[in-house]
């Protein structure tokens, strides 16, 4: 599975912005699909997960309900509308998904997000 993010740049707080991560491969193989981030100086933390299946979500407390994943399985993408953009959101961005094959994680090359105040 290979995943290609895209969507980062700079906006002001309060703005929005959209990311996607385009997944190729063995796309069938995805279970679980989600969001995570890593500021600077910071451990890298969940922001969204979606599951192929159900299409059930889940967020971190510091999110839920300024952001939004979504798929497009037609596609194989996935997608993050951040609204309500906040300093603290400032960080890059990665796409991650797990595979049923071993529970294999794969991940993107990431794309920064900075919110300036």
């Known amino acids: 599975v290979q995943l290609v993010e895209s969507g980062g740049g700079l906006v002001q707080a309060g703005g929005s912005l959209r990311l996607s991560c385009a997944a190729s491969?063995?796309?069938?193989?995805?279970?679980?699909m989600g969001w995570y981030r890593q500021a600077p100086g910071k451990q890298r933390e969940l922001v969204a997960i979606?599951?192929?299946?159900?299409?059930?979500?889940n967020y971190a407390d510091s999110v839920k309900g300024r952001f939004t994943i979504s798929r497009d399985n037609a596609k194989n993408t996935m997608y993050l509308q951040m609204t309500s953009l906040k300093p603290e959101d400032t960080a890059v961005y990665y796409c991650n998904a797990i595979s049923r094959t071993f529970l294999r994680s794969y991940w993107g090359q990431g794309t920064q997000v900075t919110v300036s105040s």
């Open positions: 979606i599951t192929s299946g159900s299409g059930s979500t």
């Open positions: 491969g063995s796309t069938a193989s995805i279970i679980t």
